[in-house]
């Protein structure tokens, strides 16, 4: 494990060059830097073959993209073909079973082995989160190369939440080498496997101790936003001699040992800037990994195809000029005098490294890039500045970013009790523009502001991002199903009240409160329907209730009948209803006729007796209305009801009845004259004056 100065090359010595995050298609369609990636990793290759390394090995992602264009497949294919075949030998030899690494859909063997191609460069990759497999099948387009037998795709991930990885085993005189791959997974769920100890790691049965451990992985190396969103380096198994590390764009030109566990690290970085921060502003390397036994030392190789970008952060507060509209000309000359000199530092930094890599070099015969040209300014306290697209195209011909070489930022003032808005914002500064839009985190930022009980609201927006970003179609569809099966699963193991391992309490109590909801829902419906099948019973229109009735009960009685109680019950048709025996009108009409007869002295009209001779049809109807017996009667409601029009009953439209035969009224008998005025005479006469 101990790193060496030199290594010289030898039968015993293994020779690989490293590399890392390519992304060849970067930018394609970019008039001036769309063919940076390309052009490198071409360079890169180059160094392989001119160099007599063993093997490539490739820390992630190769492509830009999932799904890359013609052009760039077009171009990798090119590149590894013209430089990975061949008719030098290959001196080491594989040991272990090589279909329990390479998974290339039918090939499960080195593309070196195949009898029908003859490979001098073997070239092995892991997939990072750029070109990682998506689909139906699953598939990368590491897939796609693999097949066709230009490079060997290894360290696919099958099962996110149980890893087995396991080594090649590469054998060259008596060094010997295990090589582990571990393709990109989502960060969180890395963290959360690697915590919950479901990622194991298969090792050599024999000669254990003479075995040279090298790893490549694929994932944030330090805390990025979230607490879990990287691989801690603890997490990895002591045992390991150097891990590769890629997806980091910023190289760190020499093993960095971890305190705790004794493993080295080394970040080669990307080959190709894909952002204007810091980061990119590093050297661009490749390296050589020399291993003897258990020895190795490494040869860093800087590449000259790599377009130089310089970047600088002034502050206008420092210029000693007053913050107002008067000095927008001079904070303007002050700042294209900046950009000249960074455009002028460029060139010479581009000059000087290829002046490194040869003995004599002509200005006039160099080709010189256009740069990368980023300046950054901090305009607090009331400067005025231009528009940075406008400022940014008066350097046109001069600098690759033609839109967005300035960049204008504040420092946010914090008051006591002030929120922060903006979760992106670093520093505290707040930046006029964005580099570029992260889908993944406006998906994070939505899904923090609104409850979701039924999703995994942490893998909600690395699915849209591969949504959207990836063009995966089959996404969206495959998420929402996992999550749906394992939502049913819970559901049913809470109603039965099961016990749930591996699920939060939290999500445990809203999936009760789910339930809850549902039972909820469920018995409202079920009493919703009884109502409705109560009431399909009831007729749509009750007949109204005579004027002389009204009078008689009184206004609380009509109050109580005008909001007739239903009950809930369902009547079979089938079944006759007995009727409860109940005061019949006639019998309440014929006992007024005699309390009125007996206390007015027999002279109310007998037209009162016609007009309550109420048909067989209305009475039933009539009877629903009278439950109990009528209060008791005052002279006061015996003389209303004299007088009172009786209201016949408005029935249902049915059909027309055939007609029935009026009663013959009955024989007038004569009443005998009575001498004198009685009390009831003297009320009659009264009323029909």
Not at 13 to 41: A, M, Q
């Amino acid at each position: 494990m101990p790193h060496v100065d030199k290594i010289l090359p030898g039968k015993d010595t293994l020779r690989l060059l490293l590399t890392t995050d390519n992304h060849v298609g970067y930018n394609e369609l970019d008039p001036i830097v769309g063919d940076d990636s390309w052009k490198t990793f071409e360079e890169i290759m180059l160094l392989a073959k001119d160099r007599d390394v063993d093997m490539v090995l490739q820390s992630g992602d190769l492509f830009h993209v999932n799904k890359p264009t013609k052009k760039s497949m077009y171009h990798v294919m090119r590149i590894l073909r013209s430089n990975c075949y061949g008719e030098k030998p290959i001196e080491f030899e594989l040991l272990s079973d090589p279909s329990l690494c390479l998974d290339n859909r039918g090939f499960n063997y080195p593309n070196y082995e195949d009898p029908n191609i003859n490979v001098s460069v073997p070239f092995f990759a892991i997939s990072g989160n750029h070109d990682d497999a998506t689909g139906d099948d699953n598939l990368s387009p590491l897939d796609v190369l693999s097949v066709s037998g230009l490079m060997n795709y290894f360290g696919r991930v099958v099962d996110n939440d149980n890893i087995n990885v396991k080594p090649l085993l590469f054998q060259k005189g008596r060094t010997k080498l295990a090589l582990y791959g571990m393709s990109n997974i989502r960060d969180e769920r890395m963290f959360k496997t690697f915590r919950d100890g479901r990622v194991t790691f298969s090792t050599p049965g024999i000669q254990t101790d003479s075995w040279f451990n090298l790893m490549c992985v694929h994932q944030n190396h330090v805390q990025h936003g979230a607490r879990t969103a990287y691989l801690p380096e603890n997490f990895l198994p002591t045992f390991l001699d150097l891990v590769v590390w890629g997806h980091e764009h910023d190289c760190i030109p020499y093993p960095v040992p971890n305190p705790e566990t004794g493993v080295d690290t080394l970040q080669p970085g990307s080959s190709v800037a894909t952002s204007l921060s810091n980061g990119e502003t590093l050297e661009k390397n490749v390296f050589i990994l020399n291993i003897k036994g258990k020895d190795y030392s490494l040869e860093k190789i800087p590449l000259k195809t790599v377009r130089p970008f310089v970047m600088k952060d002034i502050s206008l507060t420092q210029l000693g000029l007053n913050p107002n509209s008067r000095n927008k000309k001079e904070v303007l000359d002050f700042m294209i005098d900046e950009i000249n000199g960074l455009i002028e530092e460029a060139h010479k930094s581009w000059l000087d490294k290829q002046a490194e890599n040869s003995s004599s070099v002509d200005d006039s015969e160099v080709d010189t890039p256009l740069p990368l040209v980023r300046l950054r300014v901090e305009y607090s306290g009331g400067f005025e500045v231009e528009n940075p697209r406008r400022f940014s195209n008066r350097f046109v011909g001069k600098v690759a970013n033609v839109n967005d070489i300035v960049i204008f930022h504040r420092k946010k003032e914090h008051t006591a009790g002030a929120t922060r808005t903006k979760p992106n914002l670093k520093n505290g500064e707040e930046h006029l523009e964005l580099d570029e839009l992260n889908i993944s985190k406006l998906v994070d930022t939505f899904v923090d502001d609104n409850q979701l009980n039924l999703l995994n609201k942490k893998d909600v927006g690395s699915v849209v991002k591969a949504f959207v970003e990836k063009d995966d179609k089959a996404a969206l569809k495959t998420f929402i199903d996992e999550e749906l099966s394992k939502d049913l699963k819970l559901l049913m193991g809470l109603s039965h009240g099961e016990h749930i391992e591996d699920e939060s309490v939290s999500q445990k109590k809203s999936f009760n409160k789910i339930l809850k909801d549902i039972k909820k829902e469920k018995s409202q419906a079920l009493m919703s329907k009884i109502c409705t099948d109560s009431i399909k019973h009831i007729p749509e229109s009750l007949p109204e209730r005579p004027a002389f009735l009204r009078s008689i009960t009184g206004p609380d009685r009509e109050l109580e009948d005008a909001q007739p109680k239903l009950i809930n019950r369902k009547i079979s048709p089938s079944v006759t209803k007995k009727r409860v025996s109940k005061p019949s009108i006639q019998s309440i009409v014929s006992s007024e006729s005699e309390i009125l007869s007996e206390e007015l002295d027999d002279f109310i009209d007998d037209d009162i007796d016609e007009d309550m001779d109420i048909n067989s049809n209305s009475e039933s109807d009539i009877d629903d209305f009278i439950d109990v017996p009528p209060p008791k009667k005052t002279r006061q409601t015996r003389a209303k009801a004299k007088t009172a029009p009786i209201a016949k009953p408005k029935a249902t439209p049915k059909p027309k009845p055939k007609p029935k035969r009026k009663p013959k009224p009955k024989p007038k008998t004569p009443k005998p004259k009575e001498t004198g005025e009685t009390l009831g005479s003297l009320i009659g006469n009264l009323s029909r004056r």
